[in-house]
């Protein structure tokens, strides 16, 4: 009796029995994503807040791309190896050299930092661009939790008081 197609089958059973459905999830409203993503400071100092925005994206392992004072734009990019050897030698050995399995995940993060009356208003976004090891785009995805995004201003908010302390 052949082994072969049985042992091809338990490999396969495997790698599928790490797939489980999950439920969808809830859409939010443009409106309620601009809510979380947008935060307001109470200075007049658009540079002192563009720089503590920038400073805590390479504090979370960002390279600034773009900055311009004057247009209060700000764009970044982090590079994250998520590839997984297990499936990645598994699709290797499956289908060789058309292989196609995750191998990072650029984020991208665009900052608009503004006046606002006697305030200084920082939205920015994120979206996430998985990418396979052939440099494809897997998928793209914005960033759409809102706890990420209170962890990030609660960052900005230091930055700030260190910024207006002169301890940066």
């Known amino acids: 009796m052949n082994k072969i197609p049985y042992l091809f089958l338990s490999v396969v059973l495997i790698a599928l029995s790490g797939c489980v459905a999950t439920q969808p ?11 979380f993503q947008t935060r307001s400071y109470d200075t007049k100092d658009t540079k002192m807040v563009m720089k503590a925005v920038m400073h805590t994206l390479q504090d979370d392992g960002f390279i600034v791309k773009q900055a311009n004072i004057d247009l209060g734009l700000l764009t970044a990019q982090k590079e994250v190896d998520v590839e997984e050897v297990g499936e990645a030698f598994l699709l290797s050995l499956l289908a060789g050299s058309e292989a196609r399995y995750k ?17 200084i208003r920082v939205r ?10 052939k440099s494809e785009v897997m998928s793209v ?9 209170q962890e990030f201003f609660s960052k900005v908010d230091k930055a700030i008081f260190l910024g207006r302390e002169n301890l940066q």
Do not use: H
């Open 124 to 133: 920015i976004n994120f979206q996430t661009k998985l990418m396979n090891n």
């Open 103 to 119: 191998k990072n995940n650029i984020i991208e993060a665009s900052a608009n930092i503004s006046d606002f009356g006697d305030q």
């Open 25 to 35: 999830a809830i859409q939010k409203s443009q409106l309620q994503i601009r809510e």
């Open 141 to 149: 995805v914005q960033v759409e939790d809102g706890k990420f995004y």
